[in-house]
């Protein structure tokens, strides 16, 4: 119950950090804004936001450049939980959006490569960018089967 209420909290902080995040979004091709915030085992938080380009597909994603940034500090094992929240770009900048934003297929995999490389199962934290909707999850359950660095070995 009290580990309840402390991963709550810990989920909450990351969708707030995630949301600062996403107000750094350069998307000016989807106009929808995604941040993402990791949280390592030390406590402290890396944070990402998505970086657009004109070539539109090879836009890198919130979570991508915060696992990215992770890894630049030496950290890609550290990587505990994470928080993800975006929407559309409104006027003046403000998120809207009533579903909770969840990793895409790539991110997943991404995602598997710390978690594996940390040797434990990572929690994320999706939310809406109106907050109203939370979901959480396990990695393993969003990337079933999954195939990583543990398969090199
Ligand atoms: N996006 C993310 O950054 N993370 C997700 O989990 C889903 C999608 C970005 C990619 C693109 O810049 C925009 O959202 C629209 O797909």
Do not use: W
């Not at 939980?81 to 997943?108: D, Y």
């Amino acid at each position: 119950m009290a580990e309840d209420a402390v991963e709550r909290v810990a989920g909450a902080i990351l969708i707030e950090a995630a949301l600062a995040a996403a107000a750094r979004a350069y998307a000016p091709y989807s106009r929808f804004g995604v941040g993402a915030a990791l949280l390592l085992d030390d406590g402290s938080i890396v944070a990402g936001a998505n970086f657009e380009n004109a070539s539109y597909g090879l836009s890198l994603c919130a979570e991508t450049v915060a696992l990215a940034a992770a890894n630049t500090a030496g950290r890609l094992a550290d990587v505990v939980a994470i928080g993800i929240v975006g929407g559309a770009i409104g006027p003046g900048g403000t998120l809207t959006g009533e579903e909770p934003v969840r990793p895409c297929g790539r991110c997943r995999q991404i995602l598997t490569e710390a978690a594996q490389l940390g040797g434990r199962d990572i929690v994320v934290h999706c939310a809406s960018a109106d907050g109203r909707a939370k979901e959480r999850h396990m990695l393993s359950d969003l990337l079933p089967f999954a195939f990583g660095p543990d398969d090199l070995r």
